[in-house]
């Protein structure tokens, strides 16, 4: 489990395109001695993937809810 190793988030995320939650990655940054120029920057990707996760999880929702609504096909079973 990634929760607070980048490391095994980095290679989750290249074999199984599995982005950590932005708990996570906010704990992994927290976590991490980083210069106060480094900090800045990061805390702004940060903020810019936070915003952008929680769009994805929206659309997400939307997509599956219908596609949970839907009949499931025969060979699905």
Do not use: W
Not at 14 to 41: C, S
Not at 60 to 70: D, F, K, M, S, W
Request: proline share 4%; no cysteine.
């Amino acid at each position: 489990m990634y929760h607070y190793d980048p490391n095994l988030a980095l290679e989750e995320l290249r074999d199984e395109a599995v982005l950590p939650h932005p708990v996570h990655l906010r704990d992994m940054i927290l976590r991490t001695k980083l210069n106060a120029n480094l900090a800045l920057d990061l805390n702004r990707d940060f903020q810019e993937y936070l915003a952008r996760f929680g769009d994805l999880q929206k659309i997400a929702r939307e997509i599956l809810e219908q596609v949970a609504a839907g009949t499931r096909k025969a060979s699905a079973v």
